[in-house]
């Protein structure tokens, strides 16, 4: 990969635009998560120690191109301040005046917070104009927002054709483990796509077969596979109208030499609620709706880990939020992170859904890699060139 790091220059005496996602939750006026905040701070940490003046650039919420007081990330600054340990300051605007006459205030290892970039129109636009009134605010463009990168907007991807252009600590480390992953991996590679819809993921179902050696398909997505085959599915969440793409999709594996792995045996019930009566079969009931994959299943899944020497994982199994029905999930999640930790797998995951099962399995620290980039990694599964990395690339 042709993209500079932080380690490619010295800082000092440089104002480094930083292009970061802080986009975070709020709950009765207070941040309620920091993980987008705390993944930034290595890089804003080690440009300031290097004498850089670090101004950041961020979006929050959904302005659509207007000023709207509620989604100021004025809101952001003081949780970004604590966590960081040290002051940010703020500039009322993100380019013009305001904005020049802070960074103008500013000494070399202070931290500044720019307006929400999203309050102008340019900005997801791609306005060259917008990305040279950003451009214009510094000396050098650092990107440290990978879940930014599959949009081309002004502050990801028109500025950094206008500025010397680097990759920050966290969009590096994203880049290295993807590489690991689908780029240049260790092979047998397996994949682990679940989630309710296949329609929502057939263009990483068609990226992957070609990709991977072993395609492990779960959850509602599992079912559409499954009655494909001629296999009944009772009640269950299911894309009858999907079953000849399926089929599509189960042919090209064959001929590619993917092997696809479905549930051999299924964990039913009859109501859709947490601790619903339950049963294990290997045929759905007519009445009853498939709600994870059964113990067999499981088994099968950790013989396929052991085989293998990368995984990656978007989506979760079965029904992960209530219990019983995320047993498959939690199980499959341990063993991944038990030969992780054994040096024995390289194991990436990403997508919202299935960040929050790997930690509610307690296997997420164990992972190689966990990408909290939701939309940024699902199209990268998807094969497709993402322009915030692109033009970072010499």
């Known amino acids: ?11 000092a005496g440089k104002t480094a635009l930083v292009r970061v996602d802080i986009n975070v939750p709020f709950e009765n006026g207070e941040v309620s998560d920091f993980t ?31 000023v709207v007081p509620e989604m100021s990330l004025e809101a952001v600054r003081p949780a970004l301040s604590a966590r960081l340990g040290k002051p940010v300051s703020f500039a009322s605007d993100c380019i013009g005046k305001p904005a020049k006459d802070a960074i103008l205030a500013m000494q070399p290892g202070d931290v500044l917070l720019l307006e929400n970039t999203r309050f102008y129109a340019g900005e997801e636009k791609n306005d060259p104009m917008m990305a040279a009134s950003l451009a214009a605010l510094g000396d050098v463009y650092v990107n440290d927002a990978f879940s930014a990168a599959h949009r081309a907007h002004a502050s990801t991807e028109g500025i950094a054709k206008l500025l010397p252009a680097f990759a920050g600590r966290l969009m590096a480390a994203e880049l290295k483990a993807l590489d690991a992953a689908l780029g240049n991996p260790q092979r047998p590679v397996v994949a682990v796509v679940g989630g309710a819809k296949v329609s929502t993921k057939l263009e990483l ?15 509602g997505m599992a ?28 042919e090209k594996a064959d001929v590619v030499g993917c092997r696809i792995v479905l549930p051999v045996d ?6 859709f609620r947490a601790n619903a009566p339950h ?27 052991e085989d293998a020497h990368t995984l990656i994982w978007n989506g979760p199994l079965g029904a ?16 991944a992170a038990e030969l992780t930790k054994a040096g024995k797998l390289v194991s990436v ?10 930690n509610r399995a307690g296997a997420a620290d164990d992972f190689t890699y966990i990408s909290t980039a939701g939309g940024a990694f699902l199209e990268w599964m998807e094969g497709k060139e993402l322009p915030g990395v692109k033009a970072l690339e010499d």
């Not at 990969?1 to 800082?11: A, E, H, Y």
């Not at 950041?56 to 191109?65: I, N, S, T, W, Y």
């Not at 299924?266 to 109501?271: F, I, Q, T």
């Open 1 to 11: 990969m042709g993209w500079k790091t932080l380690d490619s220059l010295n800082f």
């Open 36 to 66: 987008r905040i705390d993944a930034v701070l290595p890089t804003i940490r080690d440009l300031s120690e290097a004498g850089a003046k670090v101004v950041l650039m961020a979006h929050f919420g959904r302005p659509k191109g207007q």
């Open 205 to 219: 179902l068609g990226n992957l077969v070609s990709k991977v050696e072993y395609l492990v398909i779960g959850g």
């Open 223 to 250: 079912n559409t596979f499954l009655a494909a085959q001629g296999h009944p599915v009772g009640k269950s969440l299911c894309e009858h109208d999907l079953a000849d793409t399926a089929r599509e999709i189960l």
């Open 266 to 271: 299924l964990v039913v019930a009859r109501e």
């Open 279 to 305: 049963e294990v079969v290997t045929v759905c009931p007519d009445d009853a709706m498939i709600l994870d994959a059964g113990p067999a299943s499981v088994a099968a899944l950790a013989d396929i880990f």
């Open 320 to 335: 992960f939020e209530m219990e019983p029905f995320d047993a498959a999930t939690n199980a499959a999640a341990r063993t």
């Open 349 to 358: 995951a990403g997508g919202g859904d299935t960040v929050a099962a790997l």
